[in-house]
């Protein structure tokens, strides 16, 4: 679930861009100069960009968080892995989008020794 919050924001980012959609057809309409639709189709780019960036960071962070507390409850505390989910869970706060993915394979990983271990002994 999107927190109420950002889903008002991203609706609203959309709702800019459609406007400037529209502006560019308009100006499409009108014959303006190709560079004010250029720059307008820049300024929609940016601008859908942003509003994406958001909505991954927010899901993507979420779907991490969740799998590193269901690591720790997964851990018994000599599982092999604590330092890694410890380390993991320590610079959560600090990652960047293009980082989280990777550290959600990193944490699926590390769940499956878990279970793996789990089962074993």
């Known amino acids: 679930m999107i927190p109420k919050d950002l889903t008002r924001d991203i609706i609203s980012d959309l709702k800019t861009i459609k406007g400037q959609i529209e502006g560019v057809i308009k100006m499409l309409g009108?014959?303006?100069?190709?560079?004010?639709?250029?720059?307008?189709f820049k300024a929609i780019d940016k601008?859908?960009?942003?509003?994406?960036?958001?909505?991954?960071d927010e899901v993507y962070r979420k779907a991490l968080a969740i799998s590193i507390v269901d690591a720790v409850r997964a851990c018994p505390g000599?599982?092999?892995?604590?330092?890694?989910?410890?380390?993991?869970?320590?610079e959560f706060p600090k990652l960047k989008l293009n980082e989280l993915s990777s550290k959600l394979q990193e944490i699926a990983e590390i769940q499956q020794r878990i279970e793996k271990y789990n089962k074993e002994g």
């Open 30 to 40: 009108n014959e303006s100069a190709p560079e004010q639709i250029v720059n307008q």
């Open 47 to 56: 601008a859908f960009q942003k509003t994406q960036f958001l909505l991954l």
């Open 78 to 90: 000599n599982c092999g892995n604590e330092d890694k989910i410890e380390y993991i869970r320590q």
